[in-house]
């Protein structure tokens, strides 16, 4: 009987400890979701920079500039794309050079950001679109490169070719 009750504190402190370790991170809290500020983003941009043609498709916004010809992508299909990409401050943080045929991916294969994927299946081949992605279609609350977490994305795009 002695040898258990001697153990017991042990026992209590290795509870205590491991109690202890579990504590909540607060890394894995949800990240909060910024639709309803993203959408005010892009509203105000759009009215201060006089833009035209949006079109609201769920989350994003889509204006096509000059509209393309022939098939739609299809998933799967690679699409080569000249693009200038900007923060709503106008940072430029990445664009194709003129120089190059494009920038190739692979429609539907994660290759690229969701407001991607979702805005080229509706391009056809010669289509250019300004495209104002929200942050939960960009990049989300993660730092890339020069754009900040949380940012909206504005894209001028073309779709040179589908492959």
Do not use: H
Not at 25 to 54: H, M, S, V, W
Not at 135 to 140: D, F, P, T, V
Request: net charge positive; aromatic share 10%.
């Amino acid at each position: 009987m002695n040898f258990r009750f001697s153990l017991l504190p042990f026992f209590l402190l290795t509870l205590l400890l491991a109690l202890g370790a579990c504590k909540k991170d607060d890394k894995n809290e949800p990240a909060p979701d910024f639709t309803e500020r993203d959408e005010q983003l892009i509203t105000q941009y759009i009215q201060a920079n006089n833009l035209t043609g949006f079109v609201r498709d769920t989350t994003m916004f889509v204006s096509v500039t000059q509209a393309g010809t022939g098939a739609l992508p299809k998933k799967g299909q690679t699409i080569i794309v000249k693009y200038k990409g900007t923060t709503l401050d106008g940072q430029v943080f990445d664009e194709t050079k003129e120089s190059t045929i494009g920038f190739p991916f692979v429609l539907g294969a994660g290759q690229v950001i969701k407001g991607w994927d979702r805005a080229f299946k509706q391009f056809n081949k010669g289509t250019k679109a300004i495209l104002l992605i929200p942050s939960g279609l960009a990049y989300g609350n993660t730092a890339t490169g020069s754009i900040p977490a949380n940012s909206v994305l504005r894209f001028d795009v073309e779709v040179v070719n589908i492959k």
